[in-house]
């Protein structure tokens, strides 16, 4: 088992930034990767950006590259999302998922999820 404890949300301005972090613990292991989804009132869970634990390659949706950014910290075995020059539309409930094998956009395919970490942007 793996679990998944994000903190890290809140109120930000447009154009400011916020760092949202997620803790692993539990069975990990080097061939894991981690996806960052989002689900804003009224939509559909949506991915955000991925993580690979073993080579740190990394993925995001068009509508965060350029402006968000996830790595991982080996020794605290933490996974973060940089949010810089976050956006009114960038407010839902983000949330960090994990999986072994390849970084896939489809929340179905993650097994472990963390809890919710609220995120809205102000204009």
Known sequence: QVQLVE???GLVHA????R????????????????WFRQG???????VAGLSWSNSNT???DSVKGRFTTF???AKNTVYLQMNSPKPEDTAVYYCAARSGAVLVTATFYKYW???TQVTVSS
């Open 7 to 9: 903190s890290g949300g």
């Open 15 to 18: 154009g400011g930034s916020l």
């Open 20 to 35: 949202l972090s997620c803790a692993a613990s539990g069975r990990t292991s080097s061939n894991y990767v981690t996806g």
């Open 41 to 47: 009132p009224g939509k559909e869970r949506e991915f």
């Open 59 to 61: 993925n995001y949706a």
């Open 72 to 74: 991982r910290d080996g």
């Open 114 to 116: 963390g809890q919710g």
